[in-house]
């Protein structure tokens, strides 16, 4: 069991690799027994902690992101992208952050939730440590689908246990969210296909990187 706080807490005085331990230990409580991991939640404690959580694992995808370009599109442009995304990242991932948490506090507001945004940023950036394990996933067709179903499925599990909203309430919301959000990048992805990459040559990419550009339906 998880007891209250371990494997969330970073204190000011914590090392690099004792954030790290703490990210690592998180991540792994909310991947292996999310139910047990959201009941222990701390509610509050600032952003600080669950910001650096999702700092971290974000970077860490785009370092596993830049790794899978490189294997298909090329030394040289794999370093370019990877490039590109770390220095974007940061940026991305906190009004990404923020946005998202937005959103769906609204949606647990309306569902009767009384907690407050802190704790919706919370819920939704330990939701993220799923992130790695979706970017491998989402190589590999169709299991980006499931990837994203289970982010919902996470978000769920934290609506009832974190936001005390009832479990069908909370299924049929997200569920419905889960398959808005597959419809529109399903068609977006359809439109960038026939308007953008087919009508373009692919500079430098060889005709056996193409499959790369196929869409990654992960959370953020």
Not at 24 to 35: K, S, Y
Not at 173 to 182: C, D, N
Request: hydrophobic share 55%.
């Amino acid at each position: 069991m998880l007891a209250p706080g371990k494997g969330v807490a970073m204190r000011s005085g914590d090392t690099v690799l004792g954030v790290l331990k703490v990210i690592r230990d998180t991540a792994v409580a909310v991947i292996l027994r999310p139910t047990t991991f959201f009941q222990a939640m701390p509610r509050s404690g600032g952003f600080r902690t669950p910001y650096v959580f999702l700092l971290v694992i974000g970077l860490f995808d785009m370092l596993l992101l830049s790794f899978f370009q490189i294997l298909t599109i090329g030394v040289r442009a794999g370093l370019g992208f990877a490039a590109n995304a770390l220095l974007l990242a940061p940026l991305a991932l906190t009004l990404s952050g923020f946005v998202l948490t937005t959103v769906f506090y609204v949606f647990w507001r309306l569902m009767g939730s009384a907690q407050s945004y802190e704790t919706a940023y919370r819920s939704f950036a330990y939701s993220y440590a799923i992130s790695p394990v979706t970017t491998i996933m989402g190589f590999v067709p169709y299991l980006s689908l499931v990837g994203l179903f289970w982010w919902f499925g996470l978000l769920v599990i934290a609506s009832v246990y974190v936001h005390g909203v009832s479990r069908l309430k909370a299924a049929t919301v997200f569920a419905a969210l889960a398959l808005a959000m597959v419809v529109f990048l399903t068609r977006a992805e359809h439109y960038v296909l026939r308007h953008g990459i087919a009508s373009l040559p692919m500079q430098g990419a060889p005709a056996a990187a193409k499959p790369a550009a196929r869409s990654r339906l992960s959370p953020v």
